[in-house]
Nanobody
Framework: QVQLVESGGGLVQAGGSLRLACAAS????????MAWFRQAPGKERAFVAA????????SFADSVKGRFTISRDNAKSTVYLQMNSLKPEDTAVYYC??????????????????WGQGTQVTVSS
């Protein structure tokens, strides 16, 4: 059974930082592309960032470019989202997703095969 478990969310002031982690189990993590999406209240789930299976290619939403980075540790089956210079508009539930297509870095939820349960990030002004 595939499991993706997010951690690291919380409450932070504007301008602060958080690092999210997503631990994967139940399949060969190192061949999957991984991504982060987020969903704010009343809004659709939106793409944040993605990384290919080897970690040498990444993609970011325009709204987070220059502030967020994505990385992975295949030995630990974990993907990370480092979020800096956080803004109140970054407040959302953040979801980790995995795609069996190792080079999939598409900003559409339908391209991803597995999802975590989400972790809340709240940025106060």
């Amino acid at each position: 059974q595939v499991q993706l478990v997010e951690s690291g969310g919380g409450l932070v002031q504007a301008g602060g930082s958080l690092r999210l982690a997503c631990a994967a189990s139940g399949r060969t993590f190192s061949t999957d592309a991984m991504a982060w999406f987020r969903q704010a209240p009343g809004k659709e789930r939106a793409f944040v960032a993605a990384i290919n299976w080897s970690g040498d290619s990444t993609s970011f939403a325009d709204s987070v470019k220059g502030r967020f980075t994505i990385s992975r540790d295949n030995a630990k089956s974990t993907v990370y989202l480092q979020m800096n210079s956080l803004k109140p508009e970054d407040t959302a539930v953040y979801y980790c997703a995995a795609s069996r297509g190792g080079n999939t870095m598409v900003a559409l939820t339908t391209y991803y095969d597995y999802w975590g349960q989400g972790t809340q990030v709240t940025v106060s002004s």
